[in-house]
Structure formats: C-alpha cells, structure tokens
C-alpha cells in the first residue's frame, strides 16, 4: 500500500469557473504527463522508470505496464514479456506519480508500454492513454526513443577520442538568465544549474558527442548570476568534418531540484548519468565552429529561459542555500522532483507538496507541484517549506522510520501551514536582504512580520493567503517573532517600551525544535520552545504567542515606527484597524545577501 500525503497553498480565487469551462473542453480525461527513463540503461544497470498521470475526473485508474525485451521490473525474474497492472483511485485535482526500479538483465531491443484507462467511460471522451519507450542497450551504450516526438531523447556518444595531433583550445563564457515577471521582468541568474556542451557533427542532432578531453570541464554550475565560464581542451579532428557545431544546454534541475518537468523542450539522457532536459522553447545555444581554427572562444554569450521554469529553479536554489545556512543538520534527500502543472484539475491550488511512503519503507519520492499562474516566490517557497519541514519531522536518519513518518503526516495542518508560510517569508527576506520581498505583483505578499497588525474589518492576519484560518496565521507570525533576530534599537516602537517581548532570534532553534520532537499540536510546540530556553527568553516567547491570540496583549514588532489606531469601516460600532509606518531593515552581519 502507498499511502500520499497532500499539502497545499490553496489561493482563493475568482476565477474558479473559468478553470471549470477550460476543463470541460479537455478531450481526453487521463493523461500522460511525462514517461522517460531515468539512469544508464547499460548490462546489468538499475533504472528507473518514472510515469506520470493526470486526470480530470475522479475515478479508478488502471494502469498496465508491458514490458517486452531485455529490461523489466528489477522485484522480478528475467522473462521475455512481463506484465504489470496497477490500480489506483485518482481524484481530479491529483497527479499519479509512479517510479518501477527497472532490470537492465544485459544488451538487447526493449519496448516498454503502458495503457492508463479510467474505470468509467465518458461520453465524447477518450478514457485512455498510451505511451511507449523503445530501449536499445548494447555493451558499452544506449539510446532511448521516446513516442512523443517533443521529448526525442539523444544517445550522447561519450569519449569519442580517434587520435589526432590536433590540440584545440575552447574558452565559453556567459550568462543563463529569464526575466523574473514577479520583479518587473529584470533578467534574473539561474542560480546552481548546470551548463553542458557537447559537439554535433554534420547536422546530426541525434547525436550529441562529449570527445575525451585533455583538461578542463564538461559543465560549469551557473552563480547567483546565471554566470557560467567553460574551458577545455581537446585533441580531435575537427577540420576532418563537413560540419562542426557546439551546443550548449542548460540542465533543467539543480541542487535543489532533481527533475523539473514542465513539458515540451528536448529532452536528453545519455551514458555519464546526465539526467537533463532542456527548456520549453529550446533555449540552448548552437555554435558554428571552424575546425580549421585551433582557438574558440565565446564571450559573453546568453541563453534565455523562459521565465516560469526560470522563476521555479532559482527560488528553490535559493531555498535550499537558506534552510541550510539556518539549519544544518536537515536529514537527507536534499533534491526534490518538481512539476510545474497549467492547471489542477478544477481546483484552484497554487502549488502542492506530496510525500509518499512506500511499503518498502522508503519516504521516497517527493515532489511539489506549481501552478503555472502562481511561479512566484511566496508560493515556490511555500511548498519547499513543507518539504524542509518533512526532511525535519518526517525522516529519521535511516530514512526507514514509518512511525517518524506518521508522526509528521500526523501534525495538524496550522502547525504545518504555519510553518510553510513563515519559512516562505523569512525565505524571501533573505533572497532579497529585507523584509518581505520587491514582489508587489500578487495580492497576498505574506509578510509574516506585519500580518498581526493587519485587518481588513473580518480578519486579522489580512495579507496572509491563509487570513481565513487564524490558527493557520498565528502559528506563521508567531515563528516569525521567535525566529527573527534583528536589533531593537531603531525598531522599537513606544507603545510597546520596557516590555522585553520583541523578535527574540532563535533561528536555529524554530527548526531543531521541529527535528527533535514529533509535535500533535502549535502548543505543544510553543511549550516545548519555553521548557528549553531561559525564563527571559521564555517570557518572551510567551507574549508573542499570547499576542498573536489577543491582539490586546502587547507585543513589539521590530520594525514599526509608528502604530495607530483608525477607522476602516462604517458602522456601529466603526471597525478599527491598525495604520502602520515602517523603516526598512537590513540584516545584521551574520546574513547573507543572495541577490544583487
Ligand atoms: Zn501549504
């Protein structure tokens, strides 16, 4: 039995009907969201195969999985033709992920099929998928075909190295950039994603060659500003060939994120575990070369990604670098796979965590869904916040412990809600090296600091996406207050003088809280928080989470300059809100500014 587990940002939309006529004019009620292989199909190898299925109804999927030729389910024994059906029940706003540990049992001709079929039919409506991947493995390589024409993967030709006196030098440099729409479309760097070459010879695309190399490096990993440099040497026949290019892709993952599936794009995995794919849009650079030179060099080259995929991989790269600058002792994995969907369903969610537990004990795989609409840093951060929140509660050191994991699968959801939006803001304060973010665009922009003070007449914690679900808030802004560790100084605001309740700064100990203890509740947390830290501190923590119940109870936040009381509806009695001034703040030393 597999059990998943879901975690949302759930946005409140107005647009939910439109989402409902869009999913109507769909033809096909189930659908192939992605089929590759993931590894080196060679002798005697383990791969994966990962599948992934969408639907728009609710309803029993059944999936059947052929496998016909030299690779089959790895549980199994080698035979000619093996057979596999699943079935799953699927709600319409869900994604079936599925990976099989595939046997590569030597060299040979595979094909592997699968047919997806809803249990019901539906009138005008094709009820089924199918998808097909043929295999070729021989001694030394491998090439996959994928049906879909789209997502061609090429076979790359490692080490191609024929003898030749010729010794050529290669320089590249540039940068990897998309324009961030969440801050006035400026060219943002794809931080911590990889650059690849490889040479094409006589317009083969098919073919992508890596010829051995005398020094240098096949990738270069992309700095915070999308800065790649690439030098190498190479002793090959270049003037020999009709024609010579160099291309230059981009991997769609980086040290965060394993696997960004989005669709369209090349797609390419070859022998030397390159797991990559390239962008929708084909955003990679061809480069003419003349063989008869000895000295290439490229500068300042740029390649553009577009800028949803763009917005996903850098706002997790940077995730990533935060909670581990936070906190180091997060329990492996630290790469989750990530899909970045136009639509779920008829639901309106903004992105989505799901963590699987299998019946082998593994807590593998995660992944995050976004939604197309909502590539932007509060919601990608989000849902990475749920998963850092999993590697913290969720896993065990040995990754097999399954009550550890019912524990965390277990913690109501304004502990786990809560969490997902202070760890949003205080990522995005880091990103950008102040409070909150430059992203203006959305209407929710989730400042975990302000939310106590803001009120829209019905709610407190009004610009809070979650402002429905106080529980939900008070959790988020009372980790805020305890986790924040600016100086009072110029931020203390009068009102609340001589009380010694302000941001306390206890960043480690928000997340080694969450590591050491399973938690059934907010409170729980908030008592064990007070047990371990001195009376001061304790009282501190105290009036904050007092504060965030009864906004009567004072509490200074770090930056308010000047807090007054106003009228913000007509009415008897008039509904009073807060009117708040800020000073912008910078943090102390001990941070690191990522953005420049
Ligand atoms: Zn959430």
């Known amino acids: 039995m597999k059990k998943v587990f879901i975690l949302l940002l759930q946005v409140v939309l107005f647009s939910s009907l439109n989402l409902y006529s869009t999913s109507l004019t769909r033809d096909n009620v189930i659908k192939t969201y992605d089929c590759h292989i993931l590894g ?52 319409s706003s869900n994604t ?9 049992w030597g060299t040979g001709n595979s094909m592997i099929s699968i047919l997806s079929s809803t249990k019901q039919e539906y009138e005008n409506k ?26 061609t993967e090429n076979l790359i030709v490692l080490n191609e190295s024929p003898f030749s006196s010729t010794r050529h030098y290669f320089h590249i440099n540039g940068k990897v950039v998309f324009n961030d729409i969440n801050q006035n479309s400026i060219l943002k760097g794809l931080y911590k994603s990889k650059v690849f070459w490889f040479f094409i010879f006589n317009n083969d695309f098919s073919t992508l ?68 794919r390239t962008f929708a849009g084909k955003q990679y650079l061809i480069l003419d070369i003349d063989g008869e030179e000895t000295s290439h060099n490229y500068d300042n080259l740029e390649i553009k ?8 991989l850098r706002n997790l790269a940077l995730g990533r670098e935060f909670h581990e600058t936070r906190y180091q002792n997060l329990s492996e994995p630290s790469t989750i796979g990530v899909i970045r969907k136009d639509k779920f369903g008829q639901s309106n969610w903004a992105g989505v965590f799901h963590s699987e537990f299998s019946a082998v004990f593994q807590c593998t795989p995660n992944w995050i869904e976004i939604r197309s609409d909502y590539c932007n840093p509060e919601v990608i951060l989000h849902e990475y916040g749920h998963y850092v929140h999993f590697r913290l509660a969720g896993l065990s050191t040995n ?35 102040k409070y909150g973010d430059d992203y203006t665009i959305h209407r929710y922009h989730g400042d975990t600091e302000k939310a106590p003070f803001c009120y829209n007449g019905l709610y407190r914690f009004s610009n809070l996406s979650y402002y429905n679900q106080p529980g939900y808030c008070k959790f988020a802004c009372y980790l805020q207050n305890v986790y924040d560790d600016y100086s009072e100084n110029d931020f203390m605001h009068i009102d609340y003088d001589g009380k ?37 501190m304790s009282n501190s923590i105290n009036d904050i989470w007092e504060f965030m119940n009864d906004d009567e109870h004072p509490m200074r936040p770090a930056q308010i300059t000047s807090l007054s009381l106003y009228q913000i509806a007509i009415g008897e009695p008039p509904a009073l809100g807060y009117k708040l001034s800020w000073n912008s703040m910078s943090y102390a030393n001990s941070y690191n500014n990522q953005e420049t």
Not at 504 to 518: A, F
Request: net charge negative.
């Open 305 to 312: 990604i577009n800028s949803l995929d763009g917005a996903i």
């Open 126 to 151: 094709e009820n089924q998928d199918y998808r097909f991947l043929i295999i070729t493995t021989t001694t030394s390589d491998y090439s996959v075909i994928n049906q879909d024409s789209i997502h």
């Open 40 to 91: 080196n199909a060679l002798p005697d190898s383990l791969v994966k195969l990962i599948y992934i299925l969408d639907t728009s109804v609710s309803d029993s999927i059944i999936v059947s999985y052929k496998f016909d030729g030299h690779m089959s389910p790895a549980s199994g024994t080698y035979l000619e033709i093996t057979e596999l059906n699943k079935t799953i029940y699927l709600n």
């Open 96 to 104: 079936f992920l599925d990976t099989l540990e595939l046997k590569v």
């Open 399 to 433: 990754n097999t412990n399954f009550l550890r994991y019912l524990d965390w699968a277990n913690t109501p959801s304004d502990l786990k809600e809560g969490w997902a939006m202070f760890v949003s803001f205080a990522n995005r304060s880091y990103n950008s090296n």
């Open 209 to 276: 060659y890596k010829p051995y190399i005398v020094s240098g490096n096949y990738e270069s990993t992309c700095d915070i500003n999308g800065n790649f440099d690439l030098i190498w040497q190479v002793d090959y026949p270049l003037s020999e060939r009709n024609s010579c290019k160099l291309i230059v892709y981009v991997q769609k993952s980086n040290y965060a994120c394993n696997d960004l599936v989005s669709g369209g794009g090349d797609f390419i995995i070859g022998s030397g575990g390159f797991g990559t």
């Open 500 to 536: 010694n309740n302000d941001d306390i700064g206890l960043g480690q100990l928000v997340y080694s809280v969450l590591d050491d203890h399973p938690f059934v509740s907010t409170s729980t947390y908030h008592n064990y928080l007070k047990s371990v830290t001195n009376q001061e």
